[in-house]
């Protein structure tokens, strides 16, 4: 009966423990999500398209800057799509986060000749922002690879990159036509 009784609360608390863990998943949202899923008022997206960002094989992802109104209050994002076989990733970088990304890809950028002259086995630098985009590179053999990871959780959502430079230029544009929509 005692080993009943134990059996039985070792079960609740597995299901109730399972439960929480749950919620925890459930509450984790973006700046975007939480922005777009206001209720009781009307929210409209407006869409400005960039400049493409060209990886390898002929690969290039849409970007376009997305302004979001809901009510009185506007929010402007930079948005990376890569197409999918079954779906798409889509970064949605907020404006203030937009410019941490620039600072840091400036970083980035500055650390990439001594890692490569350090001559590792395999190196990842990277920065990520607090909706989990990351932007970085890693060296493997004597080379450098630049990449985005559009979303935090998922598969098939990492972009890789032919040079720095066209990055750079995306992030910059963005950066300019959020600028040019807030005055």
């Known amino acids: 009966m005692k080993n009943y009784y134990t059996l039985i609360s070792i079960l609740f608390s597995s299901i109730i423990f399972a439960q929480e863990a749950k919620k925890d998943l459930e509450t984790v949202k973006t700046k975007m999500d939480v922005f777009a899923s206001k209720t009781g008022v009307i929210t409209k997206f407006i869409d400005y398209n960039l400049q ?69 086995d395999y190196l990842e630098n990277k920065f990520t922002t607090a909706d989990g985009f990351q932007v970085g590179y890693y060296v493997s053999k004597g080379k450098a690879v630049w990449y985005l990871k559009l979303e935090k959780y998922g ?29």
Do not use: C, M, W
Request: proline share 2%; aromatic share 10%; glycine share 6%.
């Open 52 to 120: 493409q960002i060209k990886g390898p094989y002929g690969t290039v992802s849409d970007t376009r800057v997305r302004k979001l109104i809901s009510g009185a209050t506007s929010h402007y994002f930079f948005q990376i799509i890569k197409e999918g076989k079954y779906s798409n990733s889509t970064a949605s970088i907020e404006y203030t986060d937009l410019l941490e990304v620039i600072k840091a890809l400036n970083s980035l950028k500055g650390d990439l000749e001594k890692d490569l002259q350090s001559a590792p």
């Open 155 to 183: 598969a098939d959502n990492t972009l890789f990159v032919n040079d720095v430079e066209s990055l750079e230029s995306s992030f910059d544009s963005a950066k300019f036509k959020i600028e040019e929509l807030k005055k």
